[in-house]
């Protein structure tokens, strides 16, 4: 398993991604190799801080001359900048060299790069970011989460498809239930593009042989409360349900905090009780989750925050491992061919 | 001060209007008559359950033969049956009997109707809902949450004056903040209907005397983490972030629940700890809010969720009593009125 990490990715790289890569190394031992891509001065001279010893076998570094920031334009921004971090890793996994991406850098950059240099898997018209929301029954996965930001209904039916093959042969789900996000749940509720989603939707369940079971409009407690495994949604309203949800959890951990030091007595109430913030925290993270998989490009690419932490990133690089681990492509590839046929 | 209160609206109708109409009375005293707008024989039949004396002359019951569903189309609907508990209760606003409106009840249907019967405000091309978010500061109003889901540009410019208007009269600000929701900060991010937005309002503070601040996009910890007193969007995305962030908070206290319960020492810790739950709880519920104002309409309309509580109800009669003593609508027309002159 060889697994290339955009070192200059993210609003504090690269030092957390040099410590991301150090404990991915500890922790997942399948992986041989992690390409270091990006400035190698920059690499030499933070990796003694991280404890990361580049004399380490399964390192490389893989100079990068270029950095693509995170306010740069993505799609414009990567054809020009050719010796950038993003699009050298993004090289190495076209070259067959690394088996997966992983960058907590400009989107834009990624999802255009993935799209230039991987190219789409026949059949699919638009990549989608598939993030997980944790629930009682797993995870909901948004997709999209900010790969195409004005989508068709169409995408989202590839995202549906796409999504469902993910749940199945990912997370094990055997008939997935997918639902598209909506501002009421009766099936009349919503925008022109998301009715038109609907429409286009159950048509295909109605016509084809749906790999997955259509639930119409859903709303934002379906994401915790049910039995959902793909909440479809252009990349804009994903993104944003995304980033509110996750603002949501931690102004809460927040409070909890402020509330259970406002005392002597709560605090030792807290301490007793420690075990539960720290489930608390472990689920609700988004560190947790660490990286989305861009679906729908030939190879792996792992979109992470751009405000990942190390641990965030390590988490990343596992669901990178995971991803190829459990053939993501092949499964979305078959699931295609099968409806074809 | 005279309030209509939709008894017919909501899941939980007519128990839990009841219930929140009893306590509004015990705890608003400035409430000197409360229309009980609904059917009559189930008011009369459930109204002892909830200890509600039909007898106090503070309580006035308007009898409603109909009642609009929560799945009906509401602007169709609203047209159609003129004798339903939105219809009368809207009808008691508009000939000046009472002085706010509350409903927990189809949104749509309050919107149109409040539009039709109350009329815009002069200069208001849409209204919208304004639905607070707590935070460090205060609180964030997404504006808008659900009123017009495909809005314009330029209601959004609209949005963003009302907004402003109802953060200084109101909330007290000097100079509200106002910022767009978009799925990045950046000023190039966004929707062709974000850009397009961020256009018009940029212009609009640089050649008019804006009275807010404009902080270009924001994103979903900003409405947490910010000094963010107004965050625009189309009601389709304040409708789904709103839901998104409640479904969040929910989950979130479902989790720390389950995680404080799970062990003997957990619970006991939890139990010295309970206030912090309580502040919490008080802190992050939709509840403690109940209900979001409806700007733009003639007259004060306060939209509470679907699935309210009594609690829920009381407060939502509470936002009503207060937005009817800071004459929110009075604080609108005069910011129209300046930037006119």
Same mark, same amino acid.
């Given at each position: 398993m060889?697994?290339?990490?955009d070192?200059?990715?993210?609003?504090?790289?690269p030092a957390v991604n040099l410590a991301g890569a150090k404990d991915a190394l500890a922790c997942y031992p399948s992986i041989e190799k992690l390409f270091l891509v990006g400035d190698q001065g920059a690499i030499e001279a933070e990796a003694p801080t991280h404890g990361l010893d580049l004399k380490d076998p399964r390192l490389e570094i893989i100079h990068a001359a270029e950095v693509i920031s995170m306010c740069e334009p993505g799609a414009t921004t990567i054809r020009r900048k050719k010796q950038s971090s993003i699009s050298l890793a993004l090289d190495l996994v076209k070259a067959g060299r690394a088996?997966? +991406?992983?960058?907590? $850098? *400009?989107?834009?950059?990624?999802?255009? $790069?993935?799209q230039i240099k991987l190219r789409l898997i026949p059949g699919i018209e638009r990549p989608g970011i598939a993030s997980a929301l944790p629930n009682e +029954?797993?995870?909901?996965?948004?997709?999209?989460a900010g790969a195409n930001p004005e989508a068709k209904p169409s995408h989202l039916l590839g995202y549906a498809i796409m999504g469902s093959a993910f749940a199945t042969g990912v997370m094990g789900v055997k008939r997935p239930k997918v639902g598209i996000m909506s501002n009421g749940e009766e099936d009349e509720k919503g925008t022109a593009f998301t009715k038109d989603t609907f429409k286009l939707i159950k048509e295909f369940t109605e016509t084809s042989k749906a790999p997955f079971e259509f639930l119409g409009n859903v709303e934002g407690h379906d994401l915790f409360e049910s039995e959902l495994d793909v909440c479809l949604c252009d990349g804009f309203t994903g993104n944003v349900v995304l980033k509110s949800c996750e603002a949501t959890a931690k102004a809460m951990s927040k409070w909890l905090k402020a509330s259970l030091t406002a005392s002597p007595v709560r605090k030792m109430g807290a301490l007793i009780a420690k075990g539960a913030f720290a489930e608390l925290k472990e689920r609700a993270s988004a560190?947790?989750?660490?990286?989305?998989?861009?679906l729908g490009v030939n190879g792996v690419v792992i979109i992470a925050? $751009? $405000?990942?932490?190390?641990?965030?990133?390590? *988490?990343?690089?596992? #669901?990178?491992?995971?991803? #190829? *681990?459990?053939?993501? *492509?092949?499964h979305i590839s078959e699931t295609l061919e099968r409806l074809k046929g």
């Open positions: 060889k697994v290339a990490l070192v200059m990715g993210g609003d504090r790289a088996d997966a +991406f992983v960058s907590a $850098g *400009n989107t834009g950059a990624c999802v255009a $790069g993935a +029954f797993g995870a909901c996965h948004l997709l999209d560190e947790s989750y660490g990286g989305s998989p861009l925050h $751009g $405000g990942s932490s190390a641990l965030a990133i390590r *988490n990343a690089i596992r #669901v990178g491992v995971e991803s #190829v *681990n459990h053939q993501v *492509n092949l």
